[in-house]
């Protein structure tokens, strides 16, 4: 098997018009599909997919399941935003050899990295 590329990377949601305040009112995110009479939301970022799906008890939201990162053009500015709309931080946002993150939560508890890796000639060799 040879695998090309992510189609889409998708988290589950229990409802969707509160997960879509979250995911476009909060991280500005643009629609760019919508399936199943509402139940999946896709949006394009960069090349990729995210989506959001609330697809019944066969998958449910976890804090302790995969996890998206999200590379952000402005840390800071991003954090700020973030903690102004009071959302949930499950890592406080710290520094490592090669960039900066902080983990949130969306409104079902579901993990996002908020990222942003530094310049060339900042970073240090991660380990």
Same mark, same amino acid.
């Given at each position: 098997?040879k695998i090309? &590329?992510?189609? $889409?990377?998708?988290?589950? *949601?229990?409802?969707?018009?509160?997960?879509? %305040?979250?995911?476009? #009112?909060?991280? #500005?995110?643009?629609?760019?599909?919508?399936?199943?009479?509402?139940?999946?939301?896709?949006?394009?970022?960069?090349?990729?997919?995210?989506a959001? #799906? /609330?697809?019944?008890?066969?998958?449910? +939201?976890?804090?302790? #399941?995969? /996890? *998206?990162?999200?590379?952000?053009? &402005? $840390?800071?500015e991003?954090?700020k935003?973030?903690k102004d709309?009071?959302?949930?931080?499950?890592? %406080? +946002?710290?520094? /490592? +050899?090669?960039?900066?993150?902080a *983990?949130?939560?969306?409104p079902?508890? &579901?993990?996002?990295?908020?990222?942003?890796?530094? +310049?060339? &000639?900042?970073k240090?060799?991660?380990?």
């Open positions: 098997m090309k &590329n992510i189609a $889409f990377v998708g988290i589950p *949601v229990t409802d969707m018009k509160r997960a879509r %305040e979250f995911y476009e #009112g909060v991280l #500005g995110l643009e629609t760019s599909d919508e399936m199943g009479h509402g139940k999946w939301v896709e949006y394009a970022i960069g090349d990729d997919t995210l959001i #799906g /609330s697809v019944g008890d066969q998958w449910k +939201p976890s804090a302790d #399941g995969t /996890s *998206v990162a999200i590379e952000i053009e &402005n $840390f800071d991003a954090i935003r973030l709309r009071h959302v949930r931080f499950a890592a %406080e +946002p710290f520094e /490592s +050899p090669c960039c900066h993150m *983990v949130v939560q969306d079902d508890g &579901n993990k996002l990295i908020i990222h942003k890796l530094k +310049p060339e &000639n900042e240090e060799p991660c380990p």
